[in-house]
């Protein structure tokens, strides 16, 4: 199958809550360190966190405090709980696996 997926995003008003799920075919950690990206219309695709074994995730300054990634290496997944969502939050948002494969997106849409 696919070797990344993730799902979870929607519509939401701003202030609400969204969690995002990515699942890999494989191992969630490999050689890379595995993460959640973001791409905004007409913007590059940005880094909001990542993870490894060794240590806490590492957040943009722009999701700190805001969004939490977590790891699951038994059943492979990555979650992002994302609280208190901004307009500006609105992306397309991926996950990359510690292979470094992408999944195909899940667009986040914060909005009255």
């Known amino acids: 199958q696919v070797p990344v997926v993730e799902f979870g995003g929607g519509l939401v008003q701003p202030g609400g809550s969204l969690k995002l799920t990515c699942v890999a075919s494989g191992s969630i950690f490999g050689r890379f360190a595995p993460g959640w990206y973001r791409q905004a219309p007409g913007k590059e695709r940005e880094r909001l966190a990542t993870?490894?074994?060794?240590?806490?995730?590492v957040y943009a300054d722009s999701v700190k405090g805001r969004f939490t990634l977590s790891a699951d290496g038994a059943t492979n997944r990555m979650y992002l709980q994302m609280n208190n969502l901004r307009p500006e939050d609105t992306a397309v948002y991926y996950c990359r696996d510690g292979g470094e494969n992408w999944g195909q997106g899940t667009q986040v849409t914060v909005s009255s």
């Open positions: 993870i490894t074994r060794a240590g806490p995730p």
